[in-house]
């Protein structure tokens, strides 16, 4: 039964043990708590960026670096849930883009057709969700030609569809980039407010509900979870068409980060989100991980081009410097698992 | 925008002694914009400025450039440069930019209408276009062309304005029969010999090639020569790297035409720093932008184009040198 | 009662060349221990499969309650009330004990957490586990909440036999419940196993331990060669004699009291 | 011990059962050949473009395929090795640039040096296989990230070494460009004969010796493979090294195919190999799959893109049909299975 | 011959706050068959996981031969002449039978094929697979070239058993390799044990089979609570007896000869 697991490359993380001592158990929460690395990694990278620059910590750039996170966050939570049954989604960028489009052309003209562009946006990115799912579930196809070849399809519909940039005007879609002042100082967005709440409610979702036992169960073994009694075919459908409804979530983000959007935005979006879900410590083999590590991943590679970029170095220097950065904090991460055992 | 809110006022606090500018590129290793850095590079450490680079993903992209161009505000540049991925959706950063006094320039790449910057030195990139065309038209000397087109990739405006303004100068309309087909190269080398093979095995009587750029010229002369159609075929490209002069020189690629990105950077810097000193901005002609120019590069020269020779072009290359 | 619950005709599994059953008859009545013997690689599992909906069979047909059934998947059989542990347990290795034996099942929390956000009851799981688990004898389990691949052999198949024996409605079929089990925990399953049939659930217990199966079964289903050799009464015979059929060293009887000789 | 089966979204491919009469068997072997799937793919797309194009067929078109296919298919052959031990590179194609880099520079000046420069371009490679393979089997981090950071590092790498363009001489470094003619009328250049014997010895290496064995244990229940007494380091560490040495082989093929290389060459091949690979009927969980199946995917992308070009489809339709057509081919491997059991 | 092969003196295994081994005795002498028996969990498996170098113990130290060995992998202890059947078979599912019973030891072709090319005999693998496993009893396995996922439990302990019996040098450790196993097969593994210890190769036998334990060990180590409670002659002891001592119902029996109460 141990393959997938060490297939994975890592040992099946041992579990707080209740039987323990109070005080034991608490710190065995904590040294098992499967964030545990990615946070260290944050956290790290923050302390020394503070050191080596000049106002890197500073409220301003702190609410900054969490704007930046918003897109990227919200599509990684996607990612994330399709990564848990042992799927990928390399179409993830091309459904949001795809998104911003319908809902931009469809609102342009007048305010008043914002929220029902919206709705539309999220109806649209929904059924793309439900395409891939439908495949991958009933023909059994692997999720990484699907999604590659659904990439390949909807960049071109989108470029197909309007050839050019698309502005929206102030409205309901652009609401989520205004906000109000947390303490006076830190400006806190209504979209900041609503990665975390997306955050907040996939993680309950995940972890303390049946469905989200099931995406884990369909992930760690799938034949076991069948042979339980689980509609496995069922649930992988429900994890594409949610990554659908969080990727037009991001459509909406997007709006808040800019007004504009065109067939060519967020090209690397598949590569990004994938890589913040593994600096967050969940595998790729599916089965084990977390949405909020997801997020910490994303948050982590923003600090990085923002200390670097603040640090003055060149671009080309700054990608060897995040090369190794991000080898590191997933070797910190593996180091923090080992202690835990 | 306002002028007088100064550099004084600028976010963040102000990095060090010396004047911080950034450059923003379209991506971070194109050579091209490689060598634009370098000599923004020079330019700023000549002016007794400090430069903060930064790039984005793909051209297209905006959002990278967007968080490039926040974190530069927040480290307290006084002067952006930015060379926009899409020339409409940077606008709006762009002004936000100027609210906080940051003197914005484009460079290389016009924002729509101008708008959300201070001035701009530009390629005129249909021009280039019609200058390859105009060349290649010559070349065939009345021959009815069969075109096989190389081009970027949908969507990215400065490859629709070669495109485009390469037919104008050949005189054919697009979609017309003269061409015998197209392929994207995302102006790479492989890709570039994989699309001209493939047209030719579709039409052997191409005797005309646009390209996109030299990677992708190079890439179509590979293919040519394999084909033993080196020399009946007129092969036009765009861009004046180093290799792609060379290429021109050693008869590879019949004629070039080359961009200054150097000379837009070092003007960039230049103006960046004055506005820094005394608030200073440079003035901006009626074309809403400064063009810097494009040069016909080719060592045979035809039908009255004003045309430099290769030994000129490699003075004045980049890439290889800087 | 001795009406047929589950029945099955002349049902064939091959896997390429290789065939798994061949032909083979079963059925099982109201109530009953009906213990399945044979060799290894007869079929006994790939039969049970075809029962429990998780291998849809090439040929043969499945009654349940006189009514021909099509399983497709184990989901379709569990509905239909039929609970099974599988020789190979199905079991998510990265999953805590609770979650594995909840799975498909869990518990939610009462009152409108549980209804409006649909919010598991870890707590209730768990102390449910652990109180199953205890009945079950195992006494050496430190942790509720160890992922099962870090269970001992004999504390992971006790999971699973918990699982099948918690929700079983009208069928629990059990390939092999006690072959990691020790002497005292084989007795906790044999015992509930007991108990299971008394509320008139019947049993099906796979099974190499042939004393324990004369403890437990009222008949012997014996297997041999993909098919049903023989149906047998413990009473009736030794288990050397069964062990003869079983093996083919000696004949299946024939024309005795319900036994389907093939 | 099913799951990392189950995982990968396929049963247990069964197998020829040589218990059974000689025919039966016969055909057995052929339709539980895993290579089934991909090569009627191909054959279709074959069959299919000879009917609606002139000249698909002709021989130059043909034989311009093969050519087309010497440098990914070199690459695929590294990147399968890796996968079948669960692992992937998104680095290869960033090796063997900086690999072409270094021969270049080295050889250029004199044909002399180009076959010493040719065997550093080897050392090099093979020593950036060895570095990710250091990481992933000792720190045993995910081969995802590893390679990831390796892709960012080795890009910077080589525009710093290099800025521009650069061209070899011809000799040593081209001469895979040379070639005969079959039937005085196909040609057939060395590189072509070369990646085919490329593919011969690899199939060998991993079905008849060994180290192939442990190859597919380590990648299908790698804690099994170590309680054998595999020494799964070394078997790791090897798989790493050999890709090094297989990139390098692709740079010298991509020599063959043009005497220009440039830092910016080859940005895809990481997401094309991967994709030939898994078109090839590879499972990216580790542990099944054949070299063979991966060359064919490569050339089944390469049949799409000559074949829609011929077609004269706009590059954004071909596209479409692209992203269609290599689901679709998937699609048929997944079923040529099903048929198999 | 009474000298001790394999010796292990008060290792200790956590996982985390979950106590695998605690202080645990062993030893091991020529030419023995040493059963140990335990309760489900009680720590026999994580106890000689530590002896066959899969797992790295907290504590205590191993003796081979009387010198002091640190196994840091299975692969060590299999070099040192140790050869495991571990309890969840560790084998390679999608690989065929004769694969998995060679793997690590696979027989090259004669001549320059084999010395040059290195190319395996694999016509030679699956005969001999064959013949082993039809020694072991299996009479039903249809296709030597069979994945290993396909077969029967019993037909799949039975590859991991052959194994282990093939490759042994110095001493032979089974996890319960009789758990899956039919009434023959059982009775062939048991047979093969005696040959084994016949040879002077001490066999250490997992099981939870009492009547097996007492039909072929010398010696019986009994298991509890992560120690070794006692070990005793089967001929001192009756069955009860045992698993009394097993069980805790009955106290260990101290200064008796050769017992080690802890
Ligand atoms: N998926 C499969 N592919 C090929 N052959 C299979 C498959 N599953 C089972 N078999 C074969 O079918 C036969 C019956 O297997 P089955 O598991 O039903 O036996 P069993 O009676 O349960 O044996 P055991 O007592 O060892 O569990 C065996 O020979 C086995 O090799
Ligand atoms: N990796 C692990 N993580 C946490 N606990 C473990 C791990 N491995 C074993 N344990 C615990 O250690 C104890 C001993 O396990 P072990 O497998 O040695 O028992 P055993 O004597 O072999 O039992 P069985 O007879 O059922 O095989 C059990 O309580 C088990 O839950
Ligand atoms: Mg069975
Ligand atoms: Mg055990």
């Known amino acids: ?27 065995d929460r904590f040294f098992r708590n ?49 990564i848990l049954t042992g799927g990928i989604d390399l179409a993830n960028g091309a459904i949001m883009v795809l998104g911003t489009l319908v809902v931009a052309k469809l609102a342009s003209g007048h305010a008043g057709l914002q929220i029902p562009a919206l709705l539309i ?72 407010l609503l990665v975390l709440v997306s955050v907040a409610v996939l993680h309950f979702a995940l972890t303390r509900t049946a469905w989200g036992r099931h995406v884990y169960a369909v992930g760690n073994n799938d034949l076991a979870a069948k042979r339980t009694g689980i509609n496995v075919r069922r649930v992988l459908l429900s994890v594409y068409v949610l990554a659908g409804v969080l990727y037009a979530l991001a459509a909406w983000q997007a709006f808040g980060r800019s007004p504009a959007t065109s067939p060519n935005a967020y090209p690397t979006a598949n590569l990004d989100t994938i890589t913040a879900v593994v600096i967050g410590g969940t595998s790729l083999f599916g089965g084990r991980g977390t949405v909020l590590g997801s997020y910490l991943g994303a948050l982590i590679v923003l600090v990085l081009q923002s200390g670097l970029t603040q640090a003055g170095i060149d671009p080309l220097y700054q990608n060897i410097v995040t090369g190794v950065l991000v080898i590191a904090a997933v070797a910190l991460d593996s180091i923090t698992r080992k202690k835990a055992r | 925008t306002s002028t007088k809110s100064g550099s004084a006022t600028s976010s963040g606090g102000s990095g060090g002694t010396s004047v911080k500018i950034g450059l923003v590129t379209k991506t971070d290793s194109n050579p091209y914009f490689v060598s634009m850095r370098s000599a923004a590079q020079k330019e700023a450490s000549k002016m007794g400025a400090q430069l903060v680079a930064a790039a984005g993903t793909a051209d297209g992209d905006n959002a990278s450039q967007v968080t490039a161009i926040e974190n530069m505000m927040a480290s307290g540049v006084k002067a952006i440069l930015v060379t926009p991925n899409d020339s409409k959706a940077i ?78 100068g050949l005189g054919v309309p697009d979609g017309s029969k003269e061409i015998a087909g197209k392929q994207d190269t995302n102006g790479d080398q492989a890709k570039g010999q994989t699309a001209m093979e493939n047209l030719l095995q579709k039409n052997g009587n191409i005797n005309s090639v646009y390209t996109i750029n030299e990677p992708a010229a190079i890439g179509a002369y590979t293919a040519l020569k394999n084909a033993g159609k080196a020399n009946s075929v007129v092969l036009g490209s765009i861009d004046g790297g180093c290799t792609g002069v060379q290429a021109v020189k050693d008869g590879k690629i019949a004629a070039t035409v080359m961009r200054f990105p150097s000379k837009m950077a070092t003007a960039g810097v230049d103006a960046a720093v004055a506005f820094a000193k005394n608030g200073a901005k440079p003035s901006v002609p009626a074309s809403g932008y400064i063009d810097t120019g494009v040069q016909l590069i080719t060592d045979k020269p035809l039908g009255g184009l004003a045309a430099k020779d290769t030994t000129w072009g490699l003075q004045n290359c980049w890439g290889g040198a800087s | ?80 009330g039929i609970e099974t542990v599988y020789q190979d347990l199905a079991m998510a290795p990265a999953l805590d004990i609770a979650t594995n034996l909840f799975l498909g099942r869990e518990v939610r929390r009462k009152g409108p957490l549980g209804s409006v956000l649909r919010m ?10 652990r109180k199953q688990m205890d009945e079950l004898g195992i006494t050496t389990l430190q942790s509720i909440t160890q992922p099962v691949d870090s269970l001992s052999g004999g504390q992971r198949q006790t999971v699973a036999v918990a699982r099948a024996a918690a929700f079983g409605r009208k069928v629990v079929i059990m390939d092999e419940p006690t072959a990691a089990l020790g002497v005292r925990e084989s007795k906790g399953v044999l015992d509930l196993i007991k108990r299971i049939s008394a509320t008139g659930i019947p049993v099906v217990l796979i099974s190499h331990d042939i004393p324990a199966v004369f403890e437990v079964a009222d008949r012997i289903h014996i297997h041999r060669l993909g098919r049903r050799a023989a149906v047998v009464r413990p009473q009736d015979h030794s288990m050397n004699e069964v062990v003869g059929i079983m093996t083919g060293a000696l004949p299946a009887p024939t024309a005795q009291n319900d036994t389907v000789s093939s």
């Open chain 1, 121 to 192: 946006g999220f109806v649209v990115c929904a059924a793309l969700g439900l395409i891939s799912g439908l495949i991958v579930s009933r023909l059994g196809l692997p999720p990484f030609i699907v999604t590659l070849g659904l990439l390949t399809i909807l960049t071109s519909v989108s470029r197909l569809y309007t050839k050019e940039t698309v502005l929206v005007d102030n409205g309901p879609l652009t609401v989520l980039s205004k906000g109000g002042y947390l303490f006076g100082k830190f400006q806190i967005t209504f979209g900041v």
């Open chain 2, 91 to 168: 606008v709006p950063t762009l002004l936000a930019a100027q609210q906080k006094g940051i003197f914005v320039a484009a460079l290389d790449t016009q924002t729509e209408g101008n708008k959300g910057v201070d001035a701009t030195w530009a390629t005129d990139n249909t021009k280039a276009g019609v200058e390859q065309g105009a060349y290649v038209k010559a070349a065939l000397a009345g021959k009815t062309p069969v075109l096989a087109m190389l081009d970027l990739q949908p969507g990215v405006s400065v490859g629709d304005q070669r495109h485009n303004g390469f037919l104008t």
């Open chain 1, 1 to 27: 039964m141990t393959d997938s697991l060490q297939l994975a490359g890592e040992k099946a993380a041992a579990v707080p043990d209740t039987s323990g001592t109070r005080a034991a158990t608490v710190a």
């Open chain 3, 120 to 129: 598991l009851d870890v707590k209730e799981m768990r102390s449910r586990s």
């Open chain 3, 1 to 80: 009662m001795n009406e047929t619950v589950l029945e099955a005709r002349n049902i064939v599994k091959r896997y390429g060349h290789v065939t798994a059953v061949a032909g083979a008859d079963f059925d099982l009545r109201a109530g009953e221990v009906l213990a399945v013997i044979g060799d290894n690689g007869a079929g006994k599992s790939s039969l049970i499969k075809v029962l429990s909906g998780d291998v849809i069979p090439d040929a043969g047909e499945v009654l349940l309650e006189g009514q021909p059934v099509q399983f497709r998947s184990p989901h379709d059989a569990q509905k239909a």
């Open chain 1, 34 to 82: 499967p964030v545990l690395g990615p946070l260290s990694a944050l956290i790290l990278a923050v302390v020394g960026f503070s050191i080596f620059t000049q106002n890197f910590l500073s409220v301003d750039n702190t609410s900054l670096i969490l704007q930046q996170s918003v897109v990227v966050g919200t599509l990684a939570l996607g990612q994330t849930v399709i």
